[in-house]
T-cell receptor, first 111, second 114 residues
């Protein structure tokens, strides 16, 4: 079945860049996603990348996709304290609109 | 817009009790799903539905029932609660049209089974 893996924790200093990594298993995924979960809230879509793209940039966010290695990364430039949250990698695969989530990476931004 | 609404936000049950977590969406989304979130395990899919009258099992369906009588509502039933069902439950919905498949989540329901 599908499996999405992430490291559990990342700590960075305010102003530095954060890079959150993810590996996935379903090579037939159409979309790969990054969701953000703030404390006590549900998940919200942060950004996504279509499977035929290598990179997507959206303001401070850069998503890199290596399909050969099934590796997805999210880079946050100039990380701010408001970026502290749990970030989930997710892939759409394994059936109609079934989305599989990773374990989530908790990003701690140190002022 | 209300989006996806879940009730209750918090619930404490005793082992063996039953309850229903409610989920409603006002975006006319065809697809609805339930996930549970546990520390270190991310979100796991319990059940999902692609339209009224249609439901299917996800990764961890045991101990849970669902029904989809209307487009708007997708309740999750625990027939006989167990401590292993202590978790945070999220309902999510999505349009099945040609789009990015973005899931819209409720704020979650925190369930404790004693």
């Amino acid at each position: 079945g599908e499996d999405v893996e992430q490291s559990l924790f990342l700590s960075v200093r305010e102003g530095d860049s954060s890079v959150i990594n993810c590996t996935y298993t379903d090579s037939s995924s159409t979309y790969l996603y990054w969701y953000k979960q703030e404390p006590g809230a549900g998940l919200q879509l942060l950004t996504y990348i279509f499977s035929n793209m290598d990179m997507k940039q959206d303001q401070r966010l850069t998503v890199l996709l290596n399909k050969k290695d099934k590796h997805l990364s999210l880079r946050i430039a100039d990380t701010q304290t408001g970026d502290s949250a749990i970030y989930f990698c997710a892939e759409e695969g394994g059936g109609y609109q079934k989305v599989t989530f990773g374990t989530g990476t908790k990003l701690q931004v140190i002022p | 817009n209300a989006g996806v609404t879940q009730t209750p936000k918090f619930q404490v049950l005793k082992t063996g009790q039953s309850m229903t977590l409610q989920c409603a969406q006002d975006m006319n989304h065809e697809y609805m799903s339930w996930y549970r979130q546990d520390p270190g395990m991310g979100l796991r899919l319990i059940h999902y539905s692609v339209g009224a009258g249609i439901t299917d099992q996800g990764e961890v369906p045991n101990g849970y029932n669902v029904s989809r009588s209307t487009t708007e509502d997708f309740p999750l039933r625990l027939l006989s609660a167990a401590p292993s069902q202590t978790s945070v439950y999220f309902c999510a919905s999505s349009s099945t049209g040609r789009n990015t498949g973005e899931l819209f989540f409720g704020e979650g329901s925190r369930l404790t089974v004693l």
